[in-house]
């Protein structure tokens, strides 16, 4: 039987969480280093709505033994990048605007220290739990 | 991985600018330029950028994911538009009609050129600071 700690997968969604907007970042990156490529179109990861959704949704049930049902909700689909609407174009085809692009970077900054702050607050709960378990 | 991928995308971005840079100041530099080795006027060059795949991660490729593009100067070209004909029939190198063939360098093009590529080159910077930090607080939570 998993410890309460375990019980709401903080680390899990944390660990989620980061790796989506570092995969987020790189595309934020691709976009800065092309302000200037001709034709090149603004990327983004897809289905941004389900990415808020996501740290909205209430935690998945966890299994830990095969009697325990499976939860409703299903696991993350797999958010590809898709071009971002409703960017105007300049004559050469290029439709990245770099002020939109930093502020999404500095926005993905803030919600990376949030999910560093939630798994850092569970890790330093599981620290004093074995600290006192020792005594 | 991601942001390793970041870094290298936001490098190429430096580079490319300051690539663009380079043949911008050169145009300044030989804006009044009426003679060179290969004869006639200086003509006005141009990079011309192309977005390309920095990720060396094979996995990637083989799962047909999109991933972040890094930029790279695909070649420099020469401007094709006609170098500005002054009447000067003193200046050294006027022709037979007592005209003078400037480069086809504008400089106000080109200094609106020196702009946009600084911006783009701190921006570039700003980003690698970015995903930095992202590193670094992965590295930190661990501690």
Not at chain 1, 26 to 50: H, M, Q
Not at chain 1, 63 to 84: D, I, K
Not at chain 1, 121 to 133: H, N, P, V
Not at chain 2, 82 to 109: C, I, L, M
Request: cysteine-free; overall charge negative.
């Amino acid at each position: 039987m998993k410890p309460e700690l375990f019980a709401d997968n903080v680390l899990e969604k944390a660990e989620r969480v980061m790796d989506l907007l570092s995969r987020r970042q790189e595309l934020l990156a691709s976009n800065l280093a092309n302000v200037d490529t001709p034709g090149y179109k603004t990327i983004d990861l897809g289905f941004r709505e389900a990415l808020e959704g996501e740290l909205q949704k209430p935690w998945p049930l966890v299994q830990t033994s095969p009697g325990h049902f499976s939860a409703a909700a299903p696991t993350p689909p797999e958010l590809e990048p898709v071009e971002v609407e409703g960017l105007v174009s300049r004559p050469d085809g290029n439709n990245v605007r770099f002020e939109r692009e930093l502020l999404q970077m500095t926005m993905n900054k803030l919600r990376f220290d949030m999910a560093v702050q939630w798994a850092q607050s569970r890790l330093k709960a599981l620290r004093i739990a074995i600290d006192e378990g020792r005594r | 991985m991601s942001l390793l991928n970041a870094i290298s995308i936001s490098n190429s971005g430096l580079t490319a600018e300051r690539q663009r840079v380079e043949a911008t100041v050169s145009n300044l530099a030989n804006a009044r330029t009426t003679r060179t080795p290969q004869g006639g006027p200086y003509r006005r060059r141009s990079v011309i950028f192309e977005a390309v795949a920095v990720s060396d991660d094979f996995g990637r490729e083989l799962q047909n994911r999109i991933t972040g593009m890094g930029v790279r100067v695909k070649g420099t070209i020469e401007d094709p538009r006609p170098p500005q004909k002054v009447h000067d029939p003193g200046h050294p190198d006027a022709d037979e009609q007592g005209y003078v063939s400037f480069p086809n360098v504008n400089p106000v093009e080109e200094i609106v050129n020196l702009i946009s590529s600084a911006r783009a080159f701190e921006a570039n910077l700003t980003a690698i600071g970015l995903s930095r930090q992202l590193i670094e607080r992965s590295i930190e939570l661990g501690r």
